[in-house]
């Protein structure tokens, strides 16, 4: 079944930590997305795809970093993580003509 | 002042209740029109994508665009507590590579 998944789903992390939050989608599409989502509030762009070795800064800053490697694969990476890091981080990929966005379920990180 | 505005409630209705739910937006360049409905815990989930001024209605969702108001609807009839989630509007247009969300409307159906 094509879906989009997120790895972790929940993680508390200390202060100054690297991590990764996994993307993986078996849609078939180029075009990927990392939002991110604070309660209450809209979600921002981050970072985004068309394809391989193609990325680049959505419209809020983030101190992220992503790759693409591989279509099916986006991971994003934190070198150290912050308090201010602390939200939900939203994984999603779209067709190539298409503006609907198929989310992933959501890494909700947490830095102590 | 946000390009897009919608009332994050919460709003409570009783079982089987007509809900609306709106957003208001200023950037006429807008061209289609999203409402995503996501549970807690979960993403967002795509439940209309309009293009089009006027209505469009899937079993007991219609959503509604209203381009010289800016404004839009999304209208569920014979709500269930199963609807009890926000409700995300998502706007886009050509010229730009990111959509515009609101910033949602928590919808709680009382049974």
């Known amino acids: 079944e094509a879906d989009i998944y997120q790895t972790p789903r929940y993680l508390v992390i200390g202060t100054g930590k690297k991590i990764t939050l996994e993307c993986s989608q078996t849609?078939?599409?180029?075009?990927m997305y990392w939002y991110q989502q604070d309660p209450g509030m809209e979600l921002h762009l981050i970072h985004y795809?068309?394809?391989?070795?193609?990325?680049e800064k959505g419209d809020l800053s983030s101190e992220s970093t992503v790759s693409r490697i591989r279509t099916e694969h986006f991971p994003l990476t934190l070198e150290s993580a912050r308090p201010s890091h602390t939200s939900q981080y939203l994984c999603?990929?779209?067709?190539?003509?298409?503006?609907?966005?198929?989310f992933g379920p959501g890494t909700r990180l947490t830095v102590l | 002042q946000k390009e897009v505005e919608q009332d994050p409630g919460p709003l409570s209705v009783p079982e089987g209740a007509i809900v609306s739910l709106n957003c208001t937006y200023s950037?006429?360049?807008?061209?289609?029109f999203m409402w995503y409905r996501q549970y807690s815990r979960k993403g967002p989930e795509l439940l209309m994508y309009?293009?089009?001024?006027g209505n469009k209605e899937d079993g007991r969702f219609t959503a509604q665009v209203d381009k010289s108001s800016k404004y839009i609807s999304l209208f569920i009839r014979d709500s269930q507590p199963s609807d009890s989630a926000t409700y995300l509007c998502?706007?886009?247009?050509?010229?730009?590579?990111?959509?515009?969300f609101g910033s949602g409307t928590r919808l709680q159906v009382q049974p």
């Open positions: 849609m078939g599409h180029d075009k």
């Open positions: 795809s068309y394809g391989v070795n193609s990325t």
């Open positions: 309009t293009y089009s001024s």
């Open positions: 998502a706007l886009g247009h050509e010229g730009r590579r990111a959509l515009t």
């Open positions: 999603a990929s779209s067709e190539p003509f298409g503006a609907q966005r198929f």
């Open positions: 950037n006429s360049a807008f061209q289609y």
